[in-house]
């Protein structure tokens, strides 16, 4: 026995609630469209709420049409599309994220770019740069560089312009072993 008339309440203040959150967050996902560079988390929190949303509207639909059709099924058949739908957009938030979750989303010239700005016409050699992407806008990088004389990090890290957004910078800085100054030099 379904008590449709309390499930129908229940569902219309969870789907009141849904497009509240959802209004709240508009003006701030929508905020993001002038840039190339879009807030991913904002983005799944706003297609969370708008599928909670989408969720709440096809249970109201299922309940009514149990309640005054007796079509029960349309309920399984309402979370079938209402999963449809939610996954189309699961992929395509994968899809734009998926370079960022893999470290990937840096471009190949600006690590160069940076290699070559660390490196100088010194002796100083990046053993290691990684570089990835913590904001919208932001980077952060670790790099670790092998020199015969080396210098402070920060000396290192006054070397990277601030177009490159660089919002955290850890740099380990080593001496060549005696053995390896050959190699180098």
Not at 30 to 49: E, F, I, K, M, S
Not at 114 to 136: F, K, M, N
Not at 150 to 158: C, D, F, G, L, N
Not at 178 to 183: S, T, Y
């Amino acid at each position: 026995i379904i008590s449709f008339d309390e499930a129908i309440f229940v569902a219309c203040v969870g789907l009141v609630v849904n497009l509240v959150s959802a209004w709240m967050l508009q003006d701030q996902h929508d905020g993001d469209h002038g840039d190339h560079q879009h807030d991913h988390n904002l983005r799944a929190a706003y297609l969370h709420v708008l599928a909670d949303a989408l969720t709440s509207f096809f249970a109201i639909f299922a309940l009514l049409s149990g309640k005054f059709f007796g079509w029960v099924w349309m309920d399984a058949a309402m979370g079938i599309v209402g999963s449809i739908i939610i996954g189309r957009w699961s992929f395509g938030l994968l899809r734009d994220t998926s370079r960022i979750l893999l470290d990937a989303d840096v471009e190949t010239e600006a690590v160069e770019e940076i290699r070559t700005l660390l490196e100088g016409d010194s002796d100083d050699v990046v053993a290691d740069l990684h570089l990835w992407r913590v904001g919208p806008k932001n980077l952060a990088a670790i790099v670790s560089i092998v020199s015969h004389d080396p210098h402070p990090p920060e000396s290192y890290k006054a070397l990277v312009p601030e177009r490159f957004g660089l919002a955290h910078v850890t740099v380990e800085v080593n001496r060549c072993p005696a053995e390896d100054e050959k190699v180098l030099a």
